[in-house]
């Protein structure tokens, strides 16, 4: 444990005084007019808003200086937000007996929120005390940053202690220290960004000592020491998983994600190759950005969706007959699968009949290729009853304009009866070796479109 030597509490903000000036001039405003200090006049629960609105508790604290009134407000605001960066040149343990003294001094019956951002100066033992006091000041929302150029902060044991989190938020962290099993009874939100384990069992330990978690973000990088990662919680509602692309080679195998009550599900990875998924009978949203390769029962998974945003990196990718996606009423499908993505788009209009928007985006802003061969092999030899029914807005985002896609445009367009909206704009720097825009274009406007009322945009 570093020691810190003990000072008046006001010496920390030294700077002090020129901030409860400035705090003063922009509080007391009213008193330049009138000369009276109406904004002390208001209720102490409104006065201590105001100063949670403030960005750091250093200029909190600053405002103790402004009156009488205002000289013990500070104590009782239940957001606490602390950045050693504003420390920069000086001598850090003015921040850490900053940090400790706020903490010993607040009087709000609970600390709703703590907010760390920290640097490469700060220790496992500052870290851990800061926690054991807010602890003891029955925290909600705990949220620890360490800065990414300075690599990774070891958290202390003590966070295994709450029974009050409802919310926590880890950035740049290494928990293999924290003891498990722990019982984290009251979490319901946890996000987990570019995070360091102990190994796979750490992973699936860590999670399952959440039984209320109903929100979880993780942003992955390649060295978090996680190979197979499980996600198996009952009641979860929200699921982001992100890999980020810091290296060439992923170390990562596979996902496994057991979540049978998940409504919102949100994942971009383009390096794990396995995703094991169990059903999720009330999934409202998926956003999808991946390569996974095996994708059977990663489609039988989502027959629930309604709202629909896909993007398959892998063109091996299987789509199995017989599933009807029977509540999907808004699909974007990504177009950068040359050579895959008009046989899924068939396949998904044959499958959702309540399909109402149709929104396609070709995500891959490189240039389009004059080798590109694609064909539509699976054209509907029917008209899907999405289109005869129910859709109603079409767009096309970064259309590459090739007499292909005009084909599929034109199919779209043609028997839509119910369309009363579409949007087409081009894909920038288009090559005119494979395209000609302005004819495309012109056939386009001037094509007898499935439905009368339809107002069509072409960018």
């Known amino acids: 444990m570093r020691l810190v030597t003990a000072k008046p509490f006001g010496e920390v903000t030294t700077k002090g005084k020129n901030q409860a000036k400035e705090s003063a001039k ?37 405002t103790s200086g402004v009156s009488k009134r205002w000289e013990s407000l500070w104590k009782k605001v239940h957001k606490l ?21 706020a903490l010993v001094l607040h009087k709000a019956p609970t600390l709703v929120s ?20 807010a602890l003891d000041r029955n925290i909600c929302e705990l949220i620890i940053k360490h800065y990414s150029d300075h690599g990774h902060i070891r958290l202390s044991r003590r966070l295994c202690d709450s029974k009050t989190l409802v919310s926590l938020k880890l950035k740049n962290a290494i928990l293999g220290a924290i003891c498990l099993p722990a019982c984290f009874s009251s979490l319901k939100t946890l996000h987990l960004r570019y995070a360091k384990y102990s190994g796979d069992e ?3 330990n860590l999670i399952s000592s959440c039984p209320s978690l109903q929100n979880l973000v993780v942003k992955r990088h ?51 190759d396995l995703c094991s998924f169990e059903d999720m009978p009330y999934l409202d949203e998926a956003n999808l950005d991946v390569a996974f390769t095996d994708t059977e029962k990663f489609f039988e998974s989502l027959t629930s969706v309604k709202k ?48 109402r928007v149709l929104k396609l985006n070709d995500k891959n802003h490189d240039f389009v290729s004059k080798y590109c061969t694609y064909s539509w092999n699976q ?81």
Not at 85 to 98: C, R, W
Not at 115 to 120: A, E, I, N, T, Y
């Open 81 to 101: 937000r602390f950045n050693d960066q504003i420390y920069h040149g000086k001598k850090y343990e003015s921040f850490l007996h900053f940090v400790e003294k």
């Open 222 to 272: 390649n060295e978090d020491n996680v190979k197979r990662f499980v996600i198996k919680v009952r009641y979860l509602k929200s699921l982001t998983v992100y890999l980020s692309p810091l290296h060439d080679v992923a170390d990562s195998d596979a996902y496994v994600i057991n979540t049978p009550n998940l409504k919102y599900l949100n994942i971009k990875d383009h390096y794990t």
């Open 202 to 204: 750490f992973v699936r």
């Open 379 to 459: 054209q509907p030899t029917y008209v899907p009853q999405c289109l005869t029914e129910n859709l109603e807005i079409f767009e096309w985002r970064n259309y590459k304009a090739t007499f292909k896609e005009r084909d599929v445009a034109v199919y779209i367009l043609k028997n839509s009866t119910c369309l009363k909206k579409s949007v087409i704009s081009p894909k920038f720097k288009l090559s005119g070796e494979i395209c000609d825009h302005h004819i495309i274009r012109e056939d386009l406007a001037s094509m007898f479109m499935g439905s009368s009322s339809c107002e069509l945009k072409l960018d």
């Open 114 to 133: 703590l907010r760390l951002s920290v640097g490469p100066k700060c220790t496992a033992d500052d870290i851990g005390l800061w926690i054991k006091l």
């Open 308 to 355: 629909l945003s896909l993007c398959l990196k892998k063109s091996e990718a299987q789509y199995p007959e017989g599933i009807i996606f029977s509540q999907l009423v808004h699909l974007e499908l990504c177009t950068c699968d040359d050579s895959k993505w008009l046989n899924l788009l068939a396949k998904l209009l044959r499958d959702s009949p309540k399909l």
């Open 26 to 62: 922009i509080l007391n405003c009213q008193s330049c007019k009138f000369n009276v200090d109406k904004i002390s006049d208001l209720p102490e629960d409104l006065l201590v808003h105001i100063l949670s609105l403030l960005p750091t508790t250093n200029d909190i604290v600053a």
